[in-house]
């Protein structure tokens, strides 16, 4: 079982930036990855990483704005979100899985979850 904590949301004016981050429990090889959900909107993808770190996926709508990383020795993954705009604002959840996250996705499961974090820009 892997618990994920997110941490690092926040209020933050559009043009600003934030980091956040996930640390889990435990020590398996999960790629990692984060999802949004808008009020009245459906949960989506933002980014995914692989184990190593070599691998980097991005929606269109955050390239060149947000960056994923992970520290394997302390369980961590980072979001840095740079460049915020007001359509960013959202619940952001962090999730696990064996499987590479975009693949997860595709295929309607995400093994594991954490409970979100609130982003909010304002204009």
């Known amino acids: 079982q892997v618990q994920l904590v997110e941490s690092g949301g926040g209020l933050v004016q559009a043009g600003g930036s934030l980091r956040l981050s996930c640390a889990a429990s435990?020590?398996?090889?999960?790629?990692m990855g984060w999802f949004r959900q808008a009020s009245g909107k459906e949960r989506e993808f933002v980014t995914g990483?692989?184990?190593?770190?070599?691998?980097?996926y991005y929606a269109d709508s955050v390239k060149g704005r947000f960056t994923i990383s992970r520290d394997n020795a302390r369980n961590t993954v980072y979001l840095q979100m740079n460049s915020l705009k007001p359509e960013d604002t959202a619940v952001y959840y962090c999730?696990?899985?064996?499987?590479?996250?975009?693949?997860?996705?595709?295929?309607?499961?995400?093994?594991?979850w954490g409970k979100g974090t609130l982003v909010t820009v304002s204009s």
């Open positions: 999730a696990a899985d064996q499987l590479p996250i975009t693949t997860a996705q595709t295929m309607g499961r995400i093994d594991y």
């Open positions: 990483i692989s184990w190593s770190g070599s691998n980097t």
């Open positions: 435990g020590r398996s090889r999960y790629a």
